[in-house]
Nanobody, 124 residues
Framework: QVHLVESGGGLVQAGGSLSLSCAAA????????MSWFRQAPGKEREFVAA????????NYVDSVKGRFTISRDNAKNTLYLQMHSLKPEETAVYYC?????????????????WGQGTQVTVSS
């Protein structure tokens, strides 16, 4: 079992920056891909970014490329998401997810473990 806890959400003005963290606990040695998803009210959960076990491969949804950076520190069992130039439409609950198989990337159904989410609100 893997337990994920996100932190770092909050309120930021449009154009501002925010950094999220996700601490993993439990059988962390079973984790391969990790990712961030987000879900706005009334919308489906959306893939944001993913990173491979080694950190050598990253993937982003087109809308955040060049503004968001995903990273992980395996020694600290922590996943990060740095977000810049935030837009009001990116207001959502941001979720951390962990997969126990490689190559999961943006497949929401492939992630076995999920955090409880952290609210990010971008004001206009």
């Amino acid at each position: 079992q893997v337990h994920l806890v996100e932190s770092g959400g909050g309120l930021v003005q449009a154009g501002g920056s925010l950094s999220l963290s996700c601490a993993a606990a439990g059988r962390t040695s079973d984790i391969y891909d990790m990712s961030w998803f987000r879900q706005a009210p009334g919308k489906e959960r959306e893939f944001v970014a993913a990173i491979s076990r080694s950190g050598g491969s990253t993937n982003y949804v087109d809308s955040v490329k060049g503004r968001f950076t995903i990273s992980r520190d395996n020694a600290k069992n922590t996943l990060y998401l740095q977000m810049h130039s935030l837009k009001p439409e990116e207001t959502a609950v941001y979720y951390c997810a962990a997969s126990t198989v490689p190559g999961t990337v943006d497949d929401v159904n492939g992630y076995r473990f999920w955090g409880q989410g952290t609210q990010v609100t971008v004001s206009s």
